[in-house]
């Protein structure tokens, strides 16, 4: 109870100070509303902008394109993690251009999504596939790649199949490393979506971002920064929730670790 309670309250005292850092620095140096505003004033804009319902529609698009970009781009990216690390014929076809897909900048390639997806969601999706891909990919393939080589030996000669040593030692041995993978996708698809918004979209927080620094609506601009903040921590937060429930041996490992030392 006690350290949920400091989970809470640091990052609060953080917030304070930070609150007042501002406020101090806006007093000190005479910084005018259009370059940056007074916190309570970002504050009333952003209640006002989601009571208002004004910024739900741009919400809800942004949040559904970057959900299910992130589940096809990291699905995409575990499997062939998995089958480059198991297979070395099919690395040998694929991995180069697995590579070269991640060395284009993704900036480059969105008007490209945008002639071949349109200026609906669809392209926007496309984005964040391509952004997610890569981490969970490298992570899942090194993962895998670095199972203990003695317990994959002790399963041969217990002449398990290829497919009995991938789910009860590989993926095992590999899942805190792919979870991590997940992690990081989490916010690299949140920023591939709004890429993609800035581009060409007619919805979604991007636009409206745009919106706001066209009318130099500092106000509005720091509000919607915030609400993708959020979004972005409440997803990193539910992966690692995820992680905790299903990757459960590595938190037992660590209480056998803490209870040895003591």
């Known amino acids: 109870m006690r350290h949920r309670l400091e989970l809470i309250v640091y990052p609060l005292i953080t917030l304070v100070a930070l609150i007042v850092l501002w406020k101090v620095y806006l ?11 007074e916190p309570m004033a970002v504050l009333k804009t952003l209640i006002f902008a989601y009571s208002d319902g004004y910024i739900w529609p741009h919400l809800a698009f942004t949040l ?43 900036i480059a390639l969105a008007p490209l999504l945008i002639v071949w997806f349109g200026f609906g969601i669809e392209s926007k999706i496309a984005m964040v596939v391509l952004i997610c891909f890569f981490p969970v990919f490298v992570n899942t393939m090194v993962g895998i790649r670095q199972a203990d080589p003695e317990l994959v030996d002790v399963m041969r000669v217990c002449l398990a199949s290829r497919m009995r040593i991938l789910f009860h030692v590989k993926l095992p041995s590999a899942a805190g490393t792919i979870f991590a993978g997940l992690q990081i996708s989490v916010v690299l698809g949140l920023i591939g979506a709004i890429v ?5 979209a007619s919805k979604g927080l991007g636009t409206v971002l745009q919106t706001a620094q066209n009318d130099l609506d500092m106000a509005l601009m720091l509000a919607v920064v915030f609400s993708l903040a959020v979004m972005g921590l409440i997803g990193n937060l539910a992966v690692r929730y995820l992680h905790r429930k299903i990757v459960f041996w590595e938190g037992q490992q660590s209480q056998t670790h803490t209870a040895e030392i003591s």
């Open 27 to 37: 007093h000190e140096f005479d910084i005018p509303d259009y370059i940056l505003p």
């Open 64 to 106: 559904r394109s970057t959900v299910i970009g992130y589940a096809m781009g990291c699905g995409v990216g575990f499997t062939l993690g998995i089958l480059i690390a198991e297979f070395r014929t099919i690395e040998k076809f694929l991995y180069p251009y697995v590579v070269l897909l991640q060395s284009m900048p993704k």
């Open 196 to 200: 993609a918004e800035f581009v060409a």
